[in-house]
C-alpha cells in the first residue's frame, strides 16, 4: 500500500464571519468534529474545531450568535500534502500534538485527516501483517535446530521481499567473535564480517535486558528512531559484495543450556555425526544461558515510509514466533543429545550403545568386515564405596573414564554398560587388535591411585563380530561377557579374549568335576539356608513396624507382589526377580530411624522433616551394608525414591543409571500408596491410581516400566473377566497363587537335586 491519504470526496466548510452557533449546527449535522475556515474568496483561512467552541463557551458568557468563527478559529495551522504516507501524518500530529491535520494541494483544502481515520487505517494494515506473519507458523516444522535456521533464512525473506538473508547465533556474553550458528540464504557476507558486541539500541524495551547488541559493521546508517528495526543502507562489506539496502534487521534471543560441550560433540560422533553436523549440533548447546543473534535481510522491495512503519511491526510478529520455535528446536535437540550421554562420567549411555552397535553389526553384514567390543569392569568397586565412600566410588569411575578416553581411537564408541562396567566399540577392529588397545588402557588405569598404596585395577572381555551372525549385536555382548567373567575368575586385572571353550559345559564324565560340583551345591544350600534365616529374620523386623500404623500395615507385602507382578510381565529371569522381591521386601526398613511423628503426621511436612524422611534409603544401606550377600538388594533400596528425570533422592541419579529393581520398586511403591487408605488421602480405585502414575511417566517414573504395570492389569483384569470392578486384592491374590506354584516346583526341583547329589 503505497498511499494512505486519497482525495477526499467532499470538504466541509465555514465562512470567517459565520457565528460560532451556525458552525456548531454544521458540525452536528454533519457529525464531524472540525471545519475548514475560508474567507470571502473562497481562500482557506484557517481551521475550527469542537474543542474551539467548548473552550469559548465555557470562558465566555457573550451571545454565541454575535461571535464570529474567525475571532475563535485556530489561524496558523499545520497541514500536509495530498499523498502523504499514513506514518508521516502520524509523525506531524503527535509532534504539533493535534487530532486533525488539513489535506492541501495546490493551496487549496482537499480533505482533513483525523486520528479515528489513521486509527482504522492502521488497525487494517496490522491485522493484514499479522495474518501474513501467522502463515510463518506453519513452514517451521522442523524440530532439528540447524533444519529449522535454514527454513528460517528461507521462508522469513518472503514476508519482507528480501533478496539476501543472513541467520547468526552468539554466546551470549559475546566472548569470541565465530558466531555459534550461522544460515545463509543468498548472502555473500563473510563470516569473519558477522559481529555479535555493538553500542546498545534498546530495541524493545520489555526484552532490554536480554537482546543482542549489534554491532556497528551490522547496523550500518542511522536509525530512524528507537524501536525501529529498519536501516537504509547495507555495510560497506556487504555493499562491495552487491548488497542494496534498505535493510532489516531483526533481534533474536534464544534459550540456552548449562552443558558440557565437550559432552555433547562426544555424544554426536558416537552418534555416527560428520565433523559439520557435530559443530552444528554443538553450536546451541553453550555454558550461557542463552544465544542471542539476529536475522538480517537486505534489498527490501516498495520502500517507503509506510512500508518501513509496517515493516517493524511485521518484525515484532516475526521475531516472538522465530524466538519460540527455535528456542524448541534447542530443547528437544538438548534432549535428545543429553540422553546419549551418562550423567556422572560424561561418556555415552547404554541408549547410545545399542544405537550404535545395531548400526554397526549392520555395516559388518553388509561389508563383510569385523568389528570388536569390549566390556571393562571396575575391579574390587564395592570396596572402594564400603571403604571410602560412594564420593570416592564416583571420583574413581571419572577417573577410570578419562583414562580410557585418552587411551581409545577416535572412532572407538565408549560407554557406560552398568554401575561399574563399560563397553567400548571398535569399528573394523580384528580381536587380536582389539586386545592390544585393552591391555594398553589396563596398564594406564594401574597408574590411578584410588587411595595411598592402592592402585586402580580393571578386568577386560574382548570378543570380535562372527560373519553371517543374525542376532550380532547381542551375540557379541553376550561372548564378551564372557570373556569378562573369565578374566574375573582368573584373578581379575586382565584382558581375555572370547574363545569356544568358555561356552562349553564340562564333560560329565569328568569325575573331579563332579566331585566339585557336589561339593559346591552343598556350600551353597548352606549359604542359602542362612541367606534365608536372615531374611526371614529381617521380614518380621519389617512386619512388627509396620503393625504399628495402621496405614502402612502389609505396604511392603503389598510392594513386593506388585513389584514381582510387573517383574514376571517383563520377564526378568528368576534369580533377579528374586533380588526385586527381597528389596521390595526390606525397602522401608530405613524409617526405623525416623520419628513415627513424621511418619504419621497427616499435614503437610516441613522442608526440614522432608529432608529427615528423605535419609530412609540411606539408613537403610546403613543397616545392611555388611551382608554382602544382599548387594543387589541394598543397590535397589538405596535408589527406589531416584526419580526418572534425576529429581529424586539421595543420589540425583536419572534415566538409565537407576537399577531397573529401583524403577520397578518406584511404580510398585506409589501405587500401593495410591491405592490404600493413607492419614492424608483415601484410597483411589485402580484406574484412577493408573492415571495418576501415567502422568507421571518420563518425569518420576520410568516410561517402560509404567507401560508395563498398565500390561500386568489388563492380564489380571482379563483372567478375572473384570471389566470394571478389579480391586487392588485381585492383583494381591493373583501374585500369592503365582507365588504358591513357584514355591511348589522350587521345592521339587530341590528335592530332585538332593537326590541327585547323593
Request: glycine residues 6%; charged residues 30%.
Amino acid at each position: 500500500m503505497k498511499e494512505t491519504i486519497a482525495r477526499p470526496t467532499k470538504v466541509i466548510t465555514i465562512r470567517k464571519s459565520d457565528s460560532i452557533k451556525a458552525a456548531a449546527e454544521k458540525m452536528r449535522n454533519a457529525r464531524i468534529g472540525c471545519l475548514i475556515v475560508i474567507d470571502e474568496n473562497e481562500k482557506f483561512v484557517g481551521l475550527l474545531t469542537e474543542r474551539d467552541i467548548a473552550n469559548n463557551v465555557a470562558v465566555s458568557s457573550d451571545d454565541i450568535e454575535r461571535i464570529a468563527v474567525g475571532n475563535i478559529m485556530t489561524a496558523r495551522v499545520v497541514s500536509c500534502p495530498l499523498g502523504t504516507p499514513a506514518g508521516k501524518a502520524r509523525e506531524i500530529m503527535t509532534a504539533n500534538k493535534i487530532r486533525h491535520l488539513p489535506i492541501v494541494e495546490n493551496e487549496e483544502v482537499v480533505g482533513i485527516l483525523s486520528v479515528r481515520d489513521l486509527m482504522q487505517q492502521q488497525l487494517l494494515e496490522d491485522r493484514a501483517a499479522a495474518k501474513e506473519v501467522a502463515m510463518l507458523s506453519k513452514c517451521l516444522k522442523s524440530i532439528e535446530l540447524n533444519e529449522a535456521a535454514d527454513i528460517v533464512t528461507k521462508e522469513v525473506p518472503k514476508l519482507f521481499q528480501a533478496e539476501k538473508c543472513v541467520l547468526c547465533l552468539f554466546k551470549n556474553d559475546c566472548d569470541t567473535e565465530k558466531a555459534e550458528l550461522i544460515s545463509y540464504n543468498n548472502c555473500l557476507c563473510p563470516e569473519g564480517s558477522l559481529k555479535c558486541q555493538v553500542p546498545e539500541v534498546d530495541i524493545l524495551p520489555a526484552l532490554r535486558d536480554a537482546q543482542t547488541k549489534l554491532a556497528g559493521e551490522i547496523t550500518g546508517g542511522d536509525l530512524h528512531d528507537e524501536g525501529q528495526f529498519t536501516y537504509d543502507a547495507v555495510p560497506d562489506v556487504c555493499h562491495q559484495l552487491g548488497a542494496q539496502g534498505p535493510r532489516l534487521v531483526i533481534p533474536l534471543t534464544i534459550a540456552g543450556f548449562k552443558t558440557d560441550r565437550k559432552n555433547i560433540t562426544k555424544a554426536s560422533i558416537m552418534l555416527g555425526k560428520t565433523e559439520e553436523e557435530t559443530s552444528v549440533n554443538t553450536k546451541y548447546s553453550v555454558k550461557n544461558n542463552v544465544l542471542s543473534g539476529y536475522l538480517c535481510m537486505c534489498g527490501l522491495k516498495n520502500w517507503n515510509a509506510v512500508s518501513r512503519e509496517l515493516t517493524g511491526y511485521k518484525a515484532k510478529l516475526t521475531r516472538e514466533i522465530l524466538t519460540s520455535h527455535l528456542t524448541n528446536a534447542s530443547l528437544y535437540q538438548h534432549a535428545r543429545l543429553t540422553s546419549l550421554t551418562d550423567a556422572l562420567t560424561g561418556v555415552g549411555s547404554r541408549k547410545l550403545l545399542e544405537d550404535r552397535l545395531q548400526t554397526e553389526a549392520a555395516l559388518a553384514k553388509r561389508y563383510k568386515r569385523p568389528f570388536s567390543v569390549s566390556i571393562i569392569d571396575l575391579d574390587n568397586f564395592k570396596t572402594i564405596n564400603d571403604i571410602l565412600g560412594h564420593a570416592a566410588g564416583d571420583d574413581s569411575l571419572r577417573k577410570l573414564t578419562e583414562c580410557m578416553k585418552s587411551q581409545k581411537r577416535e572412532p572407538d564408541i565408549l560407554a557406560r554398560y552398568g554401575g561399574d562396567e563399560f563397553v567400548i566399540l571398535m569399528p573394523e577392529t580384528k580381536a587380536d587388535e582389539a586386545v592390544k588397545l585393552l591391555e594398553r588402557v589396563r596398564a594406564e588405569v594401574q597408574k590411578i591411585a584410588v587411595a595411598e598404596n592402592i592402585s586402580m585395577t580393571i578386568s577386560c572381555g574382548v570378543a570380535q563380530s562372527l560373519p553371517g551372525n543374525k542376532d550380532a549385536s547381542s551375540e557379541i555382548i553376550r561372548r564378551a561377557d564372557l570373556a569378562l567373567y573369565e578374566a574375573k575368575n582368573t584373578g581379575r586385572n586382565c584382558v581375555k579374549l572370547w574363545d569356544k571353550t568358555m561356552s562349553k559345559a564340562l564333560s560329565k564324565g569328568d569325575i573331579e568335576v563332579e566331585k566339585i560340583k557336589k561339593l559346591k551345591r552343598r556350600i551353597a544350600g548352606l549359604s542359602e539356608q542362612a541367606e534365608k534365616m536372615f531374611i526371614q529374620s529381617i521380614w518380621g523386623l519389617v512386619q512388627a513396624l509396620e503393625a504399628k500404623d495402621k496405614y502402612s500395615k502389609k505396604h511392603s507385602e503389598n510392594v513386593m507382589h506388585y513389584s514381582v507382578g510387573i517383574a514376571r510381565t517383563m520377564d526378568i529371569p528368576p534369580k533377579q526377580l528374586e533380588v526385586i522381591r527381597r528389596a521390595a521386601m526390606i525397602h522401608d526398613i530405613g524409617k526405623i530411624g525416623v520419628p513415627d511423628a513424621i511418619l504419621s503426621k497427616t499435614n503437610r511436612l516441613t522442608l526440614r522433616e522432608r529432608s529427615i524422611i528423605e535419609q530412609h534409603p540411606l539408613i537403610a544401606v546403613r543397616i545392611l551394608e555388611k551382608m554382602n550377600f544382599l548387594e543387589q538388594e541394598v543397590a535397589i533400596v538405596r535408589c527406589h525414591h531416584e526419580k526418572w528425570n534425576g529429581q529424586g533422592y539421595p543420589d540425583g541419579l536419572s534415566h538409565g543409571s537407576i537399577p531397573l529393581g529401583a524403577r520397578i520398586l518406584a511404580v510398585a511403591d506409589s501405587f500401593d500408596a495410591l491405592t490404600s487408605d493413607r492419614a492424608y488421602h483415601n484410597s483411589l480405585s485402580i484406574d484412577k491410581a493408573v492415571k495418576i502414575i501415567a502422568d507421571s511417566s518420563g518425569y518420576d517414573f520410568d516410561p517402560d516400566v509404567v507401560k508395563v504395570l498398565v500390561l500386568w492389569i489388563e492380564k489380571v483384569r482379563s483372567h478375572f473377566n473384570k471389566a470394571e470392578k478389579l480391586t487392588p486384592e485381585d492383583l494381591l491374590n493373583s501374585q500369592k497363587q503365582l507365588d504358591q506354584t513357584a514355591t511348589a516346583d522350587t521345592v521339587a526341583d530341590l528335592v530332585v537335586e538332593s537326590v541327585m547329589a547323593s
